[in-house]
């Protein structure tokens, strides 16, 4: 979970810098949250389906916009719980104070989108025998 700590405070640093926080911090955040959360979740599926575990369960299909809004739900309620948010922010304001790399949020969010859909990809070859999975 400390991956979405980090993640969740780059993106309040994101909503920060655009100047555009009419909205509670959380909101804006769950933005670039969601596709992370999403991204991790999905390919945890496509492995177990290449293994064979979840054959005949297609989340997406049926279930893709209860699943998304129960998500974002769910992670609205992590943030909101007694002010998560607030003491993930302070935690992370006082360690990077201290810190002399700042490495800039949209850079990180980048680097966590490309490596999570590439993830994604690969379990999804895995999935269907594509690729390198394709004699296995």
């Known amino acids: 979970m400390k991956i979405y700590n980090l993640l969740f405070y780059k993106g309040y640093q994101l909503a920060k810098k655009s100047r555009n926080f009419n909205d509670p911090p959380v909101l804006g955040t ?8 999403m991204f991790n979740i999905f390919t945890l599926i496509f492995l177990l389906q290449g293994l064979g575990w979840l054959d005949n369960w297609n989340l997406a299909d049926k279930y893709g916009y209860i699943f998304s809004l129960f998500l974002v739900i769910l992670l609205l309620a992590y943030y909101l719980y ?3 948010y607030k003491r993930i922010i302070k935690s992370y304001e006082n360690s990077e104070s201290i810190s002399i790399n700042k490495i800039h949020p949209f850079i990180v969010f980048i680097f966590y989108y490309l490596v999570s859909f590439g993830l994604l990809l690969i379990a999804g070859m895995y999935k269907n025998n594509n690729w390198i999975f394709h004699n296995i």
Do not use: R
Not at 30 to 37: K, M, N, R, S
């Open 30 to 37: 769950l933005l670039f949250i969601a596709p992370c959360v």
């Open 82 to 84: 007694k002010g998560q």
